[in-house]
């Protein structure tokens, strides 16, 4: 009787542990890239990805850096709702706040960081991205001038 009782409790306690992971389980978990929109009481940065030109159709956001977003989709309704971002996205806007300026948001061509680039400032916007448009693969948040060096600037 009494290891019966034990056994429900602490079946009750994991069943309690399980939703309490989920239930703080929020955007910027370290498994997830992206969602359908900044969440600016968590991420110190972030980039708006656009389905369409001049911030419309469907978008999603990203925070940190994303290597490939061939596993990202568009997840907000709107047009491209479900379609793969890579090489699939049109315009993009930045958000971040103080101290994290001056910081771009760089877009690349390829995959892993690599060729042509778009480098929005932090709190900058493009209604139809440059070197990037329609063929993007990468980003990353950066605050080494280096980095963008030879990228087409937004600010
Ligand atoms: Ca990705």
């Known amino acids: 009787m009494k290891n019966t009782k034990r056994i429900t409790l602490l079946a009750a306690c994991a069943a309690l542990l399980c ?5 703080t389980a929020g955007p910027a978990s370290a498994s997830q890239e992206s969602a359908v929109n900044c969440d600016k009481s968590i991420w110190d940065s ?7 030109s001049s911030q419309t159709g469907s978008h999603t956001a990203f925070f940190g850096s994303d290597g490939n977003f061939y596993d990202n989709k568009f997840l907000s309704s709107g047009a491209g709702q479900g379609q793969v971002v890579k090489n699939n996205a049109a315009s993009a806007n930045v ?18 960081y ?8 932090v709190n900058w916007y493009t209604d139809r991205l440059h070197n990037t ?10 605050g080494n001038p280096n980095v963008w060096a030879g990228c087409y600037i937004f600010s």
């Open 19 to 23: 939703a309490t992971g989920l239930a």
């Open 46 to 52: 972030c980039l708006t990805l656009y389905y369409n």
């Open 95 to 112: 958000w971040g706040i103080p101290p994290y300026y001056p910081e771009f948001a760089v877009i690349y061509y390829n995959s892993n």
């Open 114 to 121: 690599a060729g042509s680039c778009d480098a929005i400032s």
């Open 133 to 142: 448009y329609n063929e993007n693969a990468s980003w990353q948040i950066a």
